[in-house]
């Protein structure tokens, strides 16, 4: 081979290797948009820009002294307080839209009030937060015994912290394969859980069988920061089942 043909040659391949490289930072940023495309990831975003965390605390879980209140403070979307303050999932929307449900007028006494934001959300948008606040709140949960031993016990074993809350919220993973620790309620969940066993293999030892195998899987898993944790025997024959 000549010089000239081995340059050409090296061009060739950093030009393809710069290409692949290209190409794979757009799939990644498109499936990363997508995957935030869904109710509760824009009613976290829109949370965010409407300031709804300034009253109600980060992610809307703490709120903060209300002098006044019968409270004490502005209410929290989880811990049971939701049920406090609404009946269903249109009381919740109510208190988006209008600053209070019909019939339920707000604190007189209470120096922070709830604003209304219905002149300046778009019907879709109202849907989204409403859709986000539920999420926080875990209205409206499981039925089931079983299942709502599953949701304690992912409780207990901190899984929301990571996954979001009922495990549908996305929380950012820097240098993960797609930058985010995967939801429960996507299309994530089944390709990464194949079936009954493969679950227990990511929960008893941080990974499955298959994604040992995987040489990328193995790579992107080894470099992010959040990595899930091998639970062992902390996590009980019966908890796999429930979860």
Request: charged share 25%; net charge negative.
């Amino acid at each position: 081979m000549t010089k000239r043909s081995a340059v050409l040659t090296l061009l060739v391949l950093v030009v393809a290797a710069e290409s692949a490289l290209l190409g794979f930072l757009a799939l990644r940023a498109r499936w990363h948009s997508a995957a935030g495309n869904t109710p509760v990831e824009r009613g976290k975003k829109l949370a965010e820009r409407m300031g709804c965390f300034s009253c109600h605390g980060p992610g809307g879980v703490r709120g903060v002294p209300n002098p006044g209140a019968q409270a004490e403070t502005v209410p929290e979307w989880s811990g049971g307080t939701w049920m406090m303050w609404n009946d269903n999932e249109e009381d919740t929307r109510a208190w988006i839209a209008d600053g209070h449900p019909p019939g339920h007028e707000p604190d007189s006494s209470a120096l922070l009030r709830m604003p209304a934001y219905r002149d300046l959300l778009a019907d879709r948008e109202l849907d989204d937060l409403t859709a986000y606040v539920l999420t926080v709140s875990a209205a409206g949960g499981p039925d089931d015994p079983t299942e709502i031993e599953g949701m304690n016990r992912a409780q207990a074993l901190g899984c929301f912290g990571c996954h979001g809350p009922e495990g549908r919220g996305l929380i950012e993973n820097p240098r993960s394969f797609k930058g985010y620790v995967p939801p429960w309620d996507g299309a994530d969940f089944a390709d990464l859980v194949h079936d009954e066993a493969e679950f227990g293999q990511w929960v008893r030892n941080g990974i499955s069988d298959r994604m040992k195998k995987n040489p990328a899987g193995q790579v992107f898993l080894a470099r992010q920061p959040i990595k899930m944790p091998a639970y062992g025997q902390k996590a009980t024959d019966a908890d796999l089942a429930a979860l």
